[in-house]
């Protein structure tokens, strides 16, 4: 007679790791051995036990599993992380998306264009329940130091992030593979993915809400004006599809990156898609320096970049042409974190980057800038 685990197993997913758990009450034994077995065929995962919780955009549950010899003998690990949707707010307008995206960086991305992330050990999506999990390493077993907002960053940490970054979109710069029923034909395109989000945050009220929050003093004022949003955002999203486009990580900002030992870069919290690879660099430079350190260094870093796609074979751009492109889509992270809610990201977060991105704006000279486009 088969054991109660091996009998839900059959009778919850008939051997199928569909449906994805929607609460926490669905992380059985049975769930987590039909997901895992799509990496080791055989293993069985005899009780979990969940050992912590972090809450924000997403859910992350600290497991420790029970395991038989198999699954041992295949190298999954007694204790890792479950990522997906599992707060109040997760089948809020444009979540599913991020869960969607996910899933596909670790299920299709990285084991094919290799960026520093944990180890992945299960990664997919259900579109019926719209829900993303990932199984992926618990980094705090390796002792890895998480990046912060609230910690702006050095000039050595950007660059080196940036090379890495370079590299990684050197994989699929303007290739052919991006176009429908190539490799990556099947990502989304990242500011029509983000339309929506977009359409509901800049409505009057939930736009007006923001205004009114601490972020919307922490903004130059040109930036928060709804109307010049509403005129600026379709500019810049046009432009972004004029140039040339490569698969990206998607969301590097501080709160999703750490540093191994050894000060290497590790990137998680991935949203997959494809977008101008300067659209990441502004996005992350502009989020990670403190503004007097980044009116010193932007230029260096910029062209660190450069210098590292020329060297995996990327005709990129000129120095000039590519602080114009810069500039142009300092706009998405500036929009990201004043629309970005507290359930997601503390407000102290959200202040912080709203500043020192709208600080580039003006620096920059956007307004100008933005008209030329």
Known sequence: MPSSDEAQLVRSTNGSHFPLPLTEAEITPAW??????????????????IIGAVRGTT?????????????????IP???????????????????????????????????????TPTCYFADYDDEGKQGIVLIEDLTLRGVTFCTVLKPQGFDQVARRLRVLAKFHAQSWASPELAP???????HSFFGIMQPFYEHYVSPEVWARFV?????????????DREWVIATWPKM?????????????????????????????????????????????AYHISGSLDS??????????IQIYLDELRANGVDAPAFDEALRQYTVLLLYGHFIFFTNEVERQGEPLNCAVVSRVSAAMVDLDYLNVIETV
């Open 32 to 49: 987590l051995t039909a997901a895992l077995r799509t990496r080791a065929p055989g293993a069985t995962v005899e009780a979990v036990e």
């Open 212 to 224: 009114a929050a601490p972020r919307g003093a922490a903004s130059s004022v040109r930036f928060s």
């Open 181 to 187: 029923g190539g490799r990556w034909g099947h990502l």
């Open 292 to 301: 007097a350190d980044r009116r010193r260094w932007e230029g260096a870093l």
């Open 59 to 75: 859910t992350k549950y600290k497991l420790r599993l029970t395991l038989d010899d198999a699954a041992r003998d295949a190298g």
């Open 237 to 281: 999203t046009a432009y972004a599809d004029s140039l040339p486009q490569c698969v990206i990580h998607g969301d590097i900002h501080l709160g999703n990156l750490y540093e191994d030992a050894d000060g290497s870069p590790g990137f998680f919290d991935a949203l997959a898609s494809t977008a101008p690879g300067l659209l990441e660099v």
């Open 78 to 116: 007694e204790r890792m992380i479950l990522k997906g949707g599992f707060e109040p707010h997760s089948r809020a307008v444009g979540m599913d998306q991020m869960f969607e995206r996910e899933a596909a960086a670790y299920r299709d991305v990285f084991p094919v264009m290799p960026l520093p």
